[in-house]
T-cell receptor, first 115, second 112 residues
């Protein structure tokens, strides 16, 4: 069964360093998302992406964050200068269709630890 | 601002019990609601997507219902098993881009 994959599963970095989190969405899906979950808190929306551009972003997604679809399969989230408070589980999701009836499928997540 | 609430935060039941997990939402203009399972330290597995035009959606021992008028969805688990122990989250899509707003989840423990 097709699934969303994410690498790495765990990333440890020093504060101020850049990190890139990678995702491979399900192959025929057109809509892509990043969410994060700080330990003990709700899953929060970061950004949605469609047709090679950001379609919506949350207030969390500031200038330190960027997303890219560098080729036909990968979808990346870059954090330019990590802060302690960026430590969280980051989830990539994809859906075949957009709009109000879409079903999103999530990857296993990347645990980011900023020291 | 849209809110999704799941109470209680944790639930412990003996094996074999039928149980109901509740999810409340404030946005009555709901089109669908998605239930997920999350095992500790793991990703989110989609369990059921129930659309507003449906009253119920079933998958195996799971049954989800959606009541727009009361702002509630329930996930019914029949004949619970220890393997059902996990955190169950509900999420509602909003906006043109259908970003999901999540509840905090209910951590279920099924005792053998």
């Amino acid at each position: 069964e097709p699934e969303v994959t994410q690498t790495p599963s765990h990333q440890v970095t020093q504060m101020g360093q850049e990190v890139i989190l990678r995702c491979v969405p399900i192959s025929n899906h057109l809509y892509f998302y990043w969410y994060r979950q700080i330990l003990g808190q709700k899953v929060e929306f970061l950004v949605s992406f469609y047709n090679n551009e950001i379609s919506e972003k949350s207030e969390i997604f500031d200038d330190q964050f960027s997303v890219e679809r560098p080729d036909g399969s990968n979808f990346t989230l870059k954090i330019r200068s990590t802060k302690l408070e960026d430590s969280a589980m980051y989830f990539c999701a994809s859906s075949e269709i957009g709009g109000i009836y879409n079903e999103q499928f999530f990857g296993p997540g990347t645990r980011l630890t900023v020291l | 601002k849209q809110e999704v609430t799941q109470i209680p935060a944790a639930l412990s039941v003996p094996e074999g019990e039928n149980l109901v997990l509740n999810c409340s939402f404030t946005d009555s203009a709901i089109y669908n609601l998605q239930w997920f399972r999350q095992d500790p330290g793991k990703g989110l597995t989609s369990l059921l997507l129930i659309q507003s035009s449906q009253r119920e959606q079933t998958s195996g021992r799971l049954n989800a219902s959606l009541d727009k008028s009361s702002g509630r969805s329930t996930l019914y688990i029949a004949a619970s098993q220890p393997g059902d122990s996990a955190t169950y989250l509900c999420a509602q899509p909003t906006g043109a881009n259908s970003k999901l707003t999540f509840g905090k989840g209910i951590t279920l423990s099924v005792r053998p």
